[in-house]
Nanobody
Framework: QVQLVESGGGSVQAGGSLRLTCAAS??????????MQWNRQAPGKEREFVAS????????YYSDSVKGRFTLSRDNAKDTVYLQMNSLKPEDTAVYYC????????WGRGTQVTVSS
């Protein structure tokens, strides 16, 4: 059974920073076989793409809304990905979900990020 567990969410003021972590576990999971992605869902809105990184970190992609403020990285030896979020804005408030995409797809349960003005 593969599990993705997000952590690092919380409440911050606008302009602050948070670092989200997504840790994968499970005997059948190998980071080298999965692209990793973060998505978010704000209250009353659909889930949207935030950032993605391929298996060897050669390619990262960001939504226009977070480009230049968020940085996605991964440590395959630890089966972990990190989302560094700087210059946070109230509109970044959402539940953030980790997603692994390979032969199969897995989702975490999410971590809440709240940014106050």
């Amino acid at each position: 059974q593969v599990q993705l567990v997000e952590s690092g969410g919380g409440s911050v003021q606008a302009g602050g920073s948070l670092r989200l972590t997504c840790a994968a576990s499970g005997r059948t999971f190998s980071s080298y076989a999965y692209a990793m992605q973060w998505n978010r869902q704000a209250p009353g809105k659909e889930r949207e793409f935030v950032a993605s990184i391929n298996w060897n970190s050669n390619n990262t992609y960001y939504s226009d809304s977070v480009k230049g403020r968020f940085t996605l990285s991964r440590d395959n030896a630890k089966d972990t990905v990190y989302l560094q979020m700087n210059s946070l804005k109230p509109e970044d408030t959402a539940v953030y979900y980790c997603n692994a995409r390979g032969l199969r797809e897995y989702w975490g349960r999410g971590t809440q990020v709240t940014v106050s003005s």
